[in-house]
């Protein structure tokens, strides 16, 4: 199992290598190394539930082809498509 982060930038800056690294090194030093992303990548926007909590197994669902069975209870559905699909997840 490898893990992947997600993130939304401020007024939408680049996410390049430097910012992942210093993410990583984050991670690594106030958690564990076992929690380190082997991927981070920029989205747009994190899906979210009308009450403001974050979807991440709708999005494991999205990634992994699967059918969304509650689809009406997420605040931004649209923010879904940008799941399917992902060249950074094939290799």
């Known amino acids: 199992m490898r893990i992947i982060l997600f993130v939304t930038t401020k007024n939408n800056e680049e996410l390049n290598e430097e910012k992942k690294k210093f993410i990583k ?23 979210r539930t009308k009450s403001g909590k974050i979807v991440e ?29 992902l060249s950074q997840l094939l290799d």
């Open 25 to 47: 090194a984050r991670i690594k030093k106030n958690c564990s190394p076992k929690h380190v992303p082997a991927v981070i990548i920029k989205v747009p926007e994190i899906p």
């Open 57 to 85: 197994l709708a999005v494991r669902k999205v990634i992994n082809g699967e059918e969304l069975n509650n689809k009406e209870a997420i605040a931004n559905p649209k923010s879904l498509d940008f799941f399917k699909n």
